[in-house]
């Protein structure tokens, strides 16, 4: 894999869950443009391992990035507080933070978690400190496969968006998510 220029704000999301030390293989379109050498994403989608500290410590990254519930873009029409709640009971779902949308899922369809995942992830060094698990492609298809196609990181792109700045872009031409180049 080359060198990709990545995005600050979806390597300071990497970094923050790197440094609250929380356990992932990364998964949906980061690690296709990981694989693909460049790409555009919507957010970022990760495998958190499900035991019960990694998913406190998890709680703890997201509140750091002043997460809330919602999807794309839009803050969840409920009262939960994920932070007083166990993440492995209400996934799969998906945070607003200030860098990026996280979608958390501690299964995936088709795959037995973080440990089914971890077997075949390489981690890739992404920046300084921030050296993420990346799903092998193959696991990638299988999660494709197998997943409900409501999971907007498993859905498969309706098109490509053009170029930023070629006068064609537009922020709402990408409508899940926050459009972000990597």
């Known amino acids: 894999m080359s060198v990709l220029e990545l995005d600050p704000t979806l390597l300071e999301a990497l970094r923050t869950l790197a440094e609250h030390d929380v356990e992932l293989v990364v998964v949906g379109d980061v690690a296709a443009a990981i694989h693909d050498n460049g790409g555009f994403v919507s957010g970022l989608a990760i495998v ?3 035991y019960g500290r990694n998913a406190e410590r998890l709680t703890g990254a997201l509140a750091a990035m002043n997460a809330e519930l ?14 007083r709640m166990d993440l492995r009971e209400v996934t799969p779902c998906s945070f607003l933070t200030r860098y990026v949308d996280i979608d958390v899922n501690f299964q995936p369809g088709g795959t037995n978690g973080y440990r089914d995942l971890f077997d075949d992830a390489t981690a890739v060094e992404l920046a300084r400190g921030v050296r993420p698990l990346v799903a092998a492609r193959a ?20 098109a490509i968006p053009p170029e930023p700045g070629d006068g064609a872009w537009a922020a709402t031409d990408i409508r899940v998510g926050r459009p972000t180049r990597i």
């Open 139 to 158: 696991d990638l298809e299988r999660i494709a496969r197998h997943s409900a196609s409501t999971l907007p990181y498993t859905q498969a792109p309706l």
């Open 48 to 50: 958190p391992g499900a």
């Open 70 to 83: 919602g999807i794309a873009g839009r803050p969840a029409a409920t009262e939960m507080d994920y932070r």
